[in-house]
């Protein structure tokens, strides 16, 4: 299905904000065969933001998260244009335009992406494996720092496939452990847990749709802010975001990062503004029941089934914007993705990542230490002796409380 759209911008008149306004004013409407970011008719400029700086926008009549960006809502949003090359060429202007707008009503967070290419046939979706890895396919990966210390963020992303890619991540990525993985350019799924810096085992509760047409792919994304931790008095949030263009091997950033640095050092990027985040205390509880029955047949003795079950669960509590409760009864863990199987030659011990939920929320904070040391191993918790030992109980109170 193709939606109208105003002629997209020769790409040099995308290199300064004087030519985009004046070029702004020459097109006129094409017929109806691409996606186009809405025209502003609420009166919000059609400038680009500066590099660094963007303004979220309010809405009371959300936009539909389809993977089509052409609804009304997206008019209210100051659209974010300038973005620059890391690789290959770090500084240049990107070789494709990007665009991208945001807004927020009570409940989430909005974003739409438009990623323009010339060469349209050549995207790479990748696979439709969430958090499947970014740098085998196109991509744009966004990170919220939303205590604005330069430290702690949520990464967010999706592929041309739309898929969910997201993260936490604690000390700008860094830390100890063996499983930094994650990233635009590090380990796989398997290999990335939260032992380290980011933690990409962490899956929040958000939703993307992404669609392709014959000038480049399109994304929304909706972001509960149920999902996110944040201050009380934080109206300012850190906020960057990266594209990748496969074909060119190409990464660019809408607030330059130098190319030693990746999209996790929060001290490269811009600024959020005009988020208002509601506080809730929302709640969340996972329980299970189990049950069996077994009958063995060669046994005459036995004449009757024998029964077993179990119950437990987990619950999650917001209790402050930063501060989360997460507690458990008699957890089973059956049900949490397995390990990959690895051969070990070696006279050192295997270290899997953690990918029990429980253990999860903010792990990024226990990652201590630096290199290939991990002070806190959170797997080692219900093991004993290479037994297993079941859990019947825990709690877990962690995050941020006023300048902690």
Same mark, same amino acid.
């Given at each position: ?13 995308? $290199? ?26 609420? *009166? ?16 009371? /009549? ?5 993977? #089509?960006?052409?609804? /009304? ?10 973005? !620059?090359?890391?690789?290959?060429? @770090? *500084? ?7 665009? $991208?707008?945001?807004?927020? @009503? ?10 323009? @290419?010339?060469?349209?046939? /050549?995207?790479?979706?990748? @696979? ?11 991509? #744009? ?13 949520? #990464?967010?992303? !999706? ?54 047409d014959d000038e480049g792919w399109y994304a929304e994304f909706r972001i509960p802010f149920s999902t996110l931790r944040y201050g009380s008095e934080n109206d300012v949030w850190g906020f960057n975001v990266s594209r990748r263009i496969r074909r060119l091997n190409e990464e660019n950033f809408w607030s #330059?990062?130098?190319?030693?640095? %990746? ?18 205390? /929302?709640?969340?509880v996972t329980p299970y029941v189990l049950g069996s029955t077994v009958r063995d047949y060669t046994d005459p003795a036995q004449s009757a089934f024998g029964r077993d079950g179990e119950i437990g669960g987990e619950a999650k509590l917001q209790v402050t914007q930063g501060l989360t409760l997460d507690m458990?009864?008699? !957890? ?16 050192? =011990? ?19 230490? %630096? ?12 093991? =004993?002796? *290479? ?18």
């Amino acid at each position: 299905m193709t939606f109208p759209r105003l002629s997209p911008l020769p790409k040099r008149f995308l $290199l300064t904000p004087a030519a985009l306004i004046a070029a702004a004013a020459l097109v006129t409407a094409a017929p109806a065969t691409t996606q186009q970011p809405p025209g502003n008719g609420n *009166g919000a400029t059609t400038d680009p933001a500066a590099p660094g700086t963007a303004t979220a926008a309010r809405t009371d /009549a959300p936009p539909v998260i389809d993977g #089509v960006p052409d609804d /009304a809502a997206w008019t209210a949003a100051t659209p974010l244009t300038a973005f !620059t090359q890391r690789e290959p060429h @770090d *500084g240049q202007p990107a070789s494709e335009p990007t665009e $991208l707008r945001i807004l927020f @009503d009570a409940d989430a967070i909005y974003v739409a992406v438009w990623a323009w @290419d010339s060469q349209a046939h /050549a995207i790479v979706p990748g @696979d439709a494996i969430r958090d499947y890895e970014v740098s085998d396919a196109d991509a #744009v990966i966004m990170i919220f720092d939303t205590f604005n210390d330069q430290q702690n963020g949520f #990464v967010f992303g !999706t592929t041309p496939a739309g898929i969910e890619y997201d993260g936490q991540v604690a000390s700008q990525g860094g830390g100890g452990g063996f499983f930094l993985g994650g990233g635009m350019n590090n380990t796989r799924r398997f290999q990335a847990g939260a032992g380290g810096g980011f933690n990409k085992n962490w899956d929040g509760s958000w939703t993307v749709a992404a669609t392709r047409d014959d000038e480049g792919w399109y994304a929304e994304f909706r972001i509960p802010f149920s999902t996110l931790r944040y201050g009380s008095e934080n109206d300012v949030w850190g906020f960057n975001v990266s594209r990748r263009i496969r074909r060119l091997n190409e990464e660019n950033f809408w607030s #330059v990062v130098p190319r030693e640095f %990746g999209l996790y050092r929060l001290d490269f990027a811009g600024q959020l503004a005009g988020v208002e985040p509601p506080f809730r205390r /929302a709640a969340t509880v996972t329980p299970y029941v189990l049950g069996s029955t077994v009958r063995d047949y060669t046994d005459p003795a036995q004449s009757a089934f024998g029964r077993d079950g179990e119950i437990g669960g987990e619950a999650k509590l917001q209790v402050t914007q930063g501060l989360t409760l997460d507690m458990t009864v008699n !957890t089973d863990f059956a049900q949490v993705e397995v390990d990959d199987q690895q051969v070990n030659l070696t006279r050192f =011990s295997l270290l899997f990542p953690e990918k029990r939920p429980f253990f999860l929320e903010n792990a990024g904070f226990f990652a201590v230490g %630096g290199g290939g040391a991990d002070l806190f191993f959170s797997r080692r918790i219900g093991i =004993s002796g *290479g037994h297993p030992v079941p859990i019947k109980g825990g709690g877990r109170l962690s995050g941020r409380a006023g300048g902690l």
